[in-house]
């Protein structure tokens, strides 16, 4: 299986902070690469996909990048409303599976 | 818009099934996947597994192989997911997920999901 670790685990920084999200796949995974946010008690919401593909409708402040085995996603300007837990999760092959999240606080 | 409902709050017993349903509506049942994750209290997302509605072929992940079974019922548009010999720690909230499928490069991730079942095992 392909294993997926995401860090930091957890990150507070202050609103208008540019902020960085590293994920990294135990092997090569191309671009088959997305991000979630989940607030708490919230369902998960699909952000990105394809590594650096914006979903209609999330802010332009979120951007992906990276391929292969390495993967960062960025708020470039953090906002209140951008507290949350942040999970990567590849779709090269079953199984899929999921980082282990980066909760994200604003100071 | 499409859409993803599902049943409500269940309490088990250890050792008991459970049976999770999940209504599509608002796109075509049979043009995207549905994956079953789940989020145990505290804790982050666990992907399941999958069932492609067209085909009715599944891929369970491997912890849950021989307790986990996806179905579909086409003329309703649900899929089920069932888990047998319930235990503690299968204690969590239960999403299904539609994967649209891919055409081409254009393959992305689970875009639509279900509000969540949550799901207590306890004697």
């Known amino acids: 299986d392909i294993q997926m670790t995401q860090s930091p685990s957890t990150l507070s920084a202050s609103v208008g902070d540019r902020v960085t999200i590293t994920c990294r796949a135990s092997?090569?995974?191309?671009?088959?690469l997305a991000w979630y946010q989940q607030k708490p008690g919230k369902v998960p919401k699909l952000l990105i996909s394809?590594?650096?593909t914006l979903q209609a409708g999330v802010p332009s402040r979120f951007g992906g990048s990276g391929s292969g085995t390495e993967f960062t996603l960025t708020i470039s300007s953090l906002q209140p409303d951008d507290s949350a837990t942040y999970y990567c999760?590849?779709?090269?092959?079953?199984?899929?599976?999921f980082g282990q999240g980066t909760k994200v606080e604003i100071k | 818009q499409a859409q993803l409902v599902q049943s409500g709050a269940e309490v088990k017993e250890p050792g008991a099934s459970l049976k999770v349903s999940c209504k599509a509506s608002?796109?075509?049942?049979?043009?995207?996947?549905i994956h079953w994750v789940r989020q145990g209290p505290g804790q982050g997302l666990e992907w399941m597994g999958t069932?492609?509605?067209?085909?009715?072929?599944?891929y369970y992940a491997q912890r849950f192989q021989g307790r986990v079974t996806m179905t579909r019922d086409s003329s309703t548009g649900t899929v089920y997911m069932e888990l047998t010999s319930l235990r503690f720690e299968d204690t969590a909230v239960y999403y299904c997920?539609?994967?649209?499928?891919?055409?081409?490069?254009?393959?992305?991730?689970?875009?639509?999901w279900g509000q969540g079942t949550t799901v207590i095992v306890s004697s």
């Open positions: 997920a539609r994967r649209p499928h891919c055409s081409g490069d254009s393959c992305f991730g689970m875009d639509v």
């Open positions: 608002g796109y075509k049942f049979r043009d995207a996947d």
């Open positions: 069932i492609n509605p067209s085909s009715t072929g599944t």
């Open positions: 092997q090569s995974i191309s671009s088959w």
């Open positions: 394809l590594a650096s």
């Open positions: 999760q590849h779709y090269k092959s079953y199984p899929w599976t």
